[in-house]
């Protein structure tokens, strides 16, 4: 089977994820790696080079959104036509399904994977007038509607999206923490009665995804208690720094910048407990975010949104406490029982663990990969 996956040439693309993307690089592309496909990974990258046996084919950096569409795409097309008949493409971003139906009209396998629900995700674009955002949403849906019976296969992440694009080339492969594969001895669990004071956010930052309720609550927390917040990732849009700047609780926030992969673990071992309160917004509420299971799989305690699916995660695991996401005051309490009850939150952080290791976690998933990829080549 393995030389059989070698005489097809397997390429990633992306216009717009950075090539550290953690779904496309290390679990899409590793597991390929690891089974033994010959992987090229097309996306924004500095230069061409060869990482973890990943051949990245560097795209030029955009700047702004429209560099995506005038910069970066004609180079990508251009890259793709270079490549052999027996080629599977597997894209990462909704404004390459032209790409895609351009690449499967000329005889090569396409993929498209799905990362969020983009019709809901629409609704959601305030700078977009309300109507417009409506009219969007549905020529999306009918776009996507078309594009999973005419591709190879659609690759989804979460069991709603798979609902709404539901048919045989629909494969749900969702996108849970690769875990080690001696997972009881790596943790950044302490013992009962930890003194920590931190809290923990990596990822966008944007105020869709609560940032600003969470500088807010750590104001709140600070009336009572001495604490701080780790801020990881990238502002979006980049003037929302200088929103949250004017917030009276940005004394208590430590900005870290970016964290990669390899850097999470120091970050999270500081904290007794991960912030993860999204707004209430259509994308959001049967959405399953990767920093979620990230905070429960390093032994983190959640504070997360009170949405029907999240309920089901952490109070069915007893691994942190749901909250209303709008309400600062309630997430500032939430962290505040966190700090003060340290046994209680360290049992829940170990609880949020366990089910990590045990179902929420890239090895099934893997599995359903590699399957599909089995029937494509």
């Known amino acids: 089977m393995i030389e059989r996956q070698k005489q097809y040439k397997v390429v990633q693309l992306s216009s717009a994820h950075g090539s550290t993307d953690t779904r496309i690089f290390y679990k899409i592309c590793g597991s390929l790696v690891k089974a033994g496909y010959d992987v090229d990974l097309i996306i924004q990258h500095e230069r061409d ?13 955009a700047q702004k959104k429209s560099d995506r569409i005038f910069k970066v795409m004609p180079v990508l097309l251009k890259k793709c036509i270079k490549y052999p008949p027996n080629t599977v493409f597997h894209f990462h971003d909704p404004e390459l399904i032209p790409v895609g139906f351009f690449l499967k009209a000329v005889g090569y396998r396409v993929v498209y994977d799905v990362h969020e629900d983009v019709p809901k995700d629409i609704l959601s674009k305030e700078w977009l ?14 776009v996507e509607q078309k594009a999973k019976n005419y591709f190879d296969a659609t690759i989804v992440v979460t069991e709603a999206i798979q609902k709404r694009l539901e048919s045989t ?20 669990i302490e013992e009962e009665g930890s003194s920590k004071n931190k809290v923990f956010y990596l990822g966008d930052i944007t105020l869709i995804r609560g940032l600003r309720e969470d500088v807010q609550a750590i104001n709140y927390t600070n009336h009572k208690a001495d604490l701080e917040f780790i801020l990881g990732g990238k502002f979006s849009p980049p003037g929302l720094k200088k929103l ?25 071992s500081q904290c007794f407990a991960g912030l993860v309160t999204f707004h209430p ?11 979620l299971f990230e905070y429960m799989y390093a032994g983190l305690p959640v504070v997360a949104s009170d949405f029907p699916l999240w309920r089901d995660i952490v109070e069915g695991n007893e691994c942190g406490l749901l909250v209303d996401s709008l309400d600062p005051e309630e997430i500032g309490e939430a962290i505040l ?38 029937s494509l080549v």
Do not use: C
């Open 337 to 374: 029982w966190l700090y003060n009850n340290p046994d209680e939150a360290t049992k829940m952080g170990k609880n949020g663990r366990s089910a990590v290791i045990k179902k929420y976690n890239w090895r099934a998933e893997e599995e359903k990969l590699l399957e599909l990829y089995a």
């Open 169 to 188: 080339h629909t494969v749900l492969v969702q996108n849970f923490p690769i875990i080690e594969k001696n997972p009881g001895q790596i943790t950044v």
């Open 129 to 142: 007038p309300s109507k417009m955002r409506s009219i969007l949403s549905r020529i999306i849906d009918w």
């Open 281 to 291: 917004e259509p994308n959001h509420i049967e959405a399953q975010p990767n920093k």
């Open 49 to 61: 080079e060869i990482v973890n046996g990943i051949r990245i084919k560097a795209l030029p950096i």
């Open 244 to 268: 949250l700047e004017k917030e009276e609780g940005w004394q208590y926030v430590n900005f870290a910048g970016w964290i990669n992969k390899e850097d999470f673990s120091s970050y999270a």
